[in-house]
């Protein structure tokens, strides 16, 4: 399957400050990508598909300007928490499909805002 | 958004024991997926279901498309230690897994 790259994989910020995780697909040029948030014993909830070159479509209730996405290019996707709060605080995981009909994870960005 | 039904929940089991679990939607899916996480990682993908009663193997897992489209079924069998974590089904519609519905999860814990 395709293979997933965070980083970095845990960071510690203050309240207020804004937060940038990057997801880099490493053997397939990925148009598509997704990003995930996961709360502690939750399962996973999609926030947004990411789009190469274009918007993002975020999820109902995902706030595009709180959670900003960019995907510039075909390996690369960023996700970017501005004003962070305590409540942002989770384990944040990309996907991409790899051209295929399943979705391959990246090992995921644990946020903890103070 | 929707979450389909995984059960059960958690379970403990013994070191070479069988173990079910299973995935149930209020509506079908033409895809079902099942993943593995370990603690602090991101989820594995373990098996991969296309089509209605397709029954497929991934060495000591097997798991099955239900004929209604709206389950799905995960055996391990004589399982190990290394077996621990959360298994997660995911439903898809779209054909190319751009939409996964993901499952509450079943958590396995294996005592030796």
């Known amino acids: 399957g395709a293979v997933v790259s965070q980083h970095p994989s845990w960071v510690i910020c203050k309240s207020g400050t804004s937060v940038k995780i990057e997801c880099r697909s490493l053997d397939f040029q990925a148009t598509t990508m997704f990003w995930y948030r996961q709360f502690p014993k939750q399962s996973l909830m999609l926030m947004a598909t990411?789009?190469?070159?274009?918007?993002?479509?975020?999820e109902q209730g995902v706030e595009k300007d709180k959670f900003l996405i960019n995907h510039a290019s075909l390996t690369l996707s960023t996700l970017t928490v501005t004003s962070a709060h305590p409540e942002d605080s989770s384990f944040y995981i990309c996907s991409e499909s790899g051209g295929r009909s399943e979705q391959f994870f990246g090992p995921g960005t644990r946020l903890t805002v103070l | 958004g929707q979450q389909l039904n995984q059960s059960p929940q958690s379970m403990f089991i013994q070191e070479g024991e069988d173990v079910s679990m299973n995935c149930t939607s209020s509506s079908i899916f033409n895809t079902w997926l099942w993943y593995k996480q370990d603690p602090g990682e991101g989820p594995v993908l373990l098996i991969a279901l296309y089509k209605a009663g397709e029954l497929t193997s991934n060495g000591r897992l097997t798991a099955q498309f239900g004929i209604t489209r709206k389950d799905s079924f995960l055996n391990i069998s004589a399982s190990i230690p290394s077996d621990v974590g959360i298994y997660f089904c995911a439903g898809d519609n779209t054909g190319t897994a751009s939409k996964l519905t993901f499952g509450t999860g079943t958590r396995l814990q294996v005592t030796l």
């Open positions: 990411s789009n190469e070159g274009s918007k993002a479509t975020y």
